[in-house]
C-alpha cells in the first residue's frame, strides 16, 4: 500500500505543477487580451480626437466664411467670440476624450492587477495543496509498520 501512496502523490504533484503551469498561460493570455482591448481603445480615442479636431477646423473655415459674406472683418469682436466658443468647445471635446482615455487605461491596469492578483491565489493554494498531501503521504508511510 505504500508504493501507491506514493505513486499516488507523485501523480498529485504532477497534476498540480501542471495546473500551475497551465494556469500561468492563462493568465498570461488574458494579460495579452487585455493589453490588445487597450491598445484598441487607444486607436479609437486617436481616431475620434481627429475626428473632433476635424469638425472643429471645418466650423472655424465653415464661420469665417459666414463672416466675410457677411461684410465682418476678422477681427471683428463679436466674430473673435464666436470663434473662441469653438475653440473652447473644441478643447472641452479633446479633454473629455483624454479623461475617458485615463479612465480605460486605469480599468485595464486594475484589471491586470486583478489577473495577477488571481493567479497568486491560486497558485498559493495549489502549493498549499500539495504541501499538505506531501505531509499526509510523509505522515502514511511513518506510521506504517
Avoid: C
Wanted: aromatic fraction near 6%.
Amino acid at each position: 500500500m505504500g508504493t501507491f501512496a506514493m505513486v499516488a502523490g507523485a501523480i498529485s504533484a504532477t497534476s498540480s505543477v501542471l495546473k500551475m503551469s497551465a494556469q500561468m498561460q492563462a493568465a498570461e493570455q488574458q494579460q495579452n487580451a487585455l493589453e490588445m482591448q487597450q491598445k484598441q481603445r487607444d486607436l479609437r480615442y486617436s481616431q475620434e480626437r481627429l475626428n473632433v479636431y476635424d469638425q472643429v477646423g471645418k466650423t472655424l473655415k465653415h464661420q469665417t466664411a459666414q463672416a466675410t459674406v457677411k461684410g465682418l472683418a476678422a477681427s471683428s469682436p463679436s466674430f473673435n467670440a464666436i470663434q473662441r466658443q469653438t475653440m473652447n468647445i473644441g478643447s472641452t471635446k479633446f479633454q473629455n476624450l483624454e479623461t475617458e482615455k485615463e479612465m480605460s487605461e486605469y480599468n485595464t491596469r486594475m484589471e491586470q492587477e486583478n489577473v495577477k492578483s488571481t493567479l497568486w491565489a491560486q497558485m498559493f493554494g495549489d502549493v498549499g495543496g500539495m504541501a499538505m498531501s506531501f505531509a499526509q503521504l510523509k505522515g502514511y508511510t511513518e506510521n506504517k509498520p
